[in-house]
């Protein structure tokens, strides 16, 4: 048994209690396989919680989604489930506080902590004088432990990106030179595979390559597996950066003396930023990189735009496909997600699906990350909804769209709950905004017309978009737990209102919108949002009553752009289909 | 000349730079005119502006509102004016960064400057190391200064205040022990006020008495100028506070040794704060009692409301007035607003204005801080608009209230303005939003109809108000510069958004809310607003084809509201009027 291995060595090294957390060195929201510690340990599965093993205890923190799947997977491992947000269950903090000895110690991989959530533990175990050590438990035991993936990287093209890596570099430059810092230190991949303008296929979803950088004034360096560049790549790279193992990366940050260092701890691994000399003096920040890349610059909103009329195009095909299925309830929602990635594969450019897609029937919907699988989904039904939150990578952009399809009778509360969603959804599509004017903001704005039916949906109102990355990015955070990021021109994120209940149905309209000027005046200036996604919404789920005519004329003149985008790209028979369904409505 | 003597004063003190700011030792809003330095000095009377003198200099920074007025009023008294917000004019920091030199001492009076910007202009000259001293050159020159007020206090009546000031303190040392801390020491003025259920009349428009207060855990003391206390009054407060001289707060904080002491920095200022001995740890944070204070309790709002109503009533009748002129153009906006007094005077329980009355008609309403003076002042005409922003203080309770009046023809422009600023107005009046929800996502809200017009009124939407004190409180501050303060149940704020331009007209809308439970269900908590205050909206000036349903009915809904609260305390031609003005609009 695992656990009894892990506490045989725990004795070893006098640790008293040991967390594995599920993270890896680079605070990824998708994990490679390699990383996934913590489902070695504990048999769970999901994408989030925290083990911890003591002489007495072991435990498993997670969340509400996954109570049902982590109970089933952890039996038999000797793990006991802590439920997240259920009373009567301590967090694991509180957890540590009450049942920890005074001078004990705590021992975890640093590697697998972000060094913002490591000084937040220590503080917490500071009153009693309990020692955190950084020790590797795991890597010994697990003997079939995947290897990191050695996908080949390639360049994306400067025909993509708008900006050659040194013209990024040099915006890091000029940013680091106005808090006065020598140099940063990156390790997260998006941002990294961003600067560098690299892309690869190490983790599933998000085509970004595995390594660390650093960015002096002078010198750039990148820490990669030099394995994964073919000699082309690597000459190319070396026009203006030195390439360098990527262990080497902790002897090399082990080395500076002297130096201001402009660092993002909720980004860094607790390892890397420990490797970091007294002698040198700390800047903290968000990434550099993120604040530039969440600006997309004009080729790069070009190549986006057209990535999602080819998405458009994909999603009309699929639409009309379901729609004109004699028998829908042949297939079941595994069957129709392949079908859906058919489309997509048809079109120019296509790499991989941007996230699993969700396809989610009627209840099942409810369940905000539902995913079927080939294994287990239900089979779909000739009413209600189907909702379908998918995307894709492109070479020339990362999509994301979601439509809630009719597929035969619905219920009264159905029609009006649909036709609420796409209120919030053609607030936020509608709004103009004066600049300064930040993402809280504009989330409370999308969520009035919903919360005057007195609902409220528990996630955010949207999320940025990456840029042939991830489909996850900050800023913007269109959310009532942002602190406030300023809304910019030139940001892309999702615009996904919904509502979901339990037992009954899921709803969501989203598409993507990106931030635009308007006019300048003596008000000052005023900025608008371009919805850049293109797919019918449907018609049949709409209770005229509840719009005003506003709303009306702004559904109806997007629906017509839809036509105008999508169209073209369409067979006759997808087109009179398209046509008869995105037709002006009125009251 | 005053400048000659502070500057000779300066010499034998060896102080290069005497700054002046606008201040009194509790951060009030409105200054007592005991302390009002910078006006004596500099002879410039408006509400903002700080003055520095050095040996060659003399300079007076204040804001667009004050520029003409300033130029004339410091014409020869050696002041130069800096335009604060104007290119070309450094801000007082960079002038002092430029221009002193290394190791020179700046003076000032510690007790009119406030800790936090104490703090701020400490680091900004330590990089040449000048020295701050406390020094106070004004009171030997300053030989006819006004008295301090010394009115006489008055109790206000647990009737009123719902909770006794044992119960209030006992609030405010629960907060105590959250924090840890063993005493807070208290100098805003609306604070004390409010914890010690006491009135005067020390500062025009605001009932507040000058005086400084500790609450510790076992004792509470008020410093006070006792002859303002009448024996019956100090025997009501001695049954739960000692009462200590006001200048002995001083000697009192001094005395305090190995203390863990609760602070507001951007209240208290800087000659109390440095009493404060080392030994003591400082707890910094807002006000407690403000926090408290913002909450209002169940007998508070009864009497609030009551407030209101009488103020409506008054209201209700001066519109009734000028609307039935035979000649409005007989009359100037100081006569008019003599008039308002008038008919507030005749409410029971009146006291004062809660501020200047801005009557300000035509152009005039478009200057935001206007106010009309019996020597200055325009005529009225019939066309066009009065904007009349007005409040008072009643025994039971703190109004303020704006309305635009038609005084005859308007342009469509007007008309269309007028219009839009109900919108935002309607907006937020018939809002419901999630428990959480903060003041800057409300005023997003509100503004985004107004927005869609490419507008953007540079005020706030609104801000908390006082009962029986300040008509501008905090929290809640309505506005794109509020960090974000969650709005709850039992808070009272204006809802205030305006079209001013320049050379044409003003228009403002303004009503009190109160923020009130609307339901609970699966997604949690929902808040709204309730309007408390009541006079018509000129139906006049409304231009019915920018309206939607929603709105007309939550304007008709309001005004059926105004006819209810009023119509009992006004004349029969009042009343019938009233009717008509407050009759039922549709498309």
Redesign the interface.
Known sequence: MILNKIREMMKEQNINAYIIPTLDPHGSEYLPEHFKERKFVTGFSGSQGTALITEEAALLWTDGRYFIQAEKEIKDTGFSLMKMGIEGYPTLNEWLQENLAPNSTVGLNAKYYLQSNYEELEKLLSDKKIKIVDSDLISDLWTDRPALSNSEVFLHDIKYTGLSSEEKIEQVREELSKVKADLTILNGLDDIAWIFNIRANDIKNTPVVISYAVIEQEQAYLFIDSAKLKESVKKELEKFCAIKSYDEIFDHVANYTDKTIYINVNRINRKLYSEIGPSNRIVRGKDISSKLKSIKNKVELENQKNAYIKDGVALAKFTYWIKTQEDISKYNEYEVSEKLLEFRKMQEGFIEPSFDTIAAYGPNAAMMHYTATEKENAQLQSRGFLLVDSGGQYIDGTTDITRTIVLGELTEEEKIDFTYVLKSHLALM?????K???D??????T??PI??Y???Y?SGTGHGVGYLLGVHETPPTVS?KSA?NEVKVGMIFSNEPGIYKEGKHGIRTENIVEVIE??K?E??T?LKLNTISYAPIDLEAIDVNYL???EIALLNEYHAKVYDKLSPYLSEDEREWLKTNIRKITR
Chains 1, 2 share one sequence.
């Open positions: 509608g709004i103009v905004f004066l300064g004017t930040d809280r903001q504009l989330d409370a704005i969520r009035a919360w005057k007195r609902y409220d528990k009532m406030g308007d006019v005046n008000s000052g005023f005003d005519e506003d």
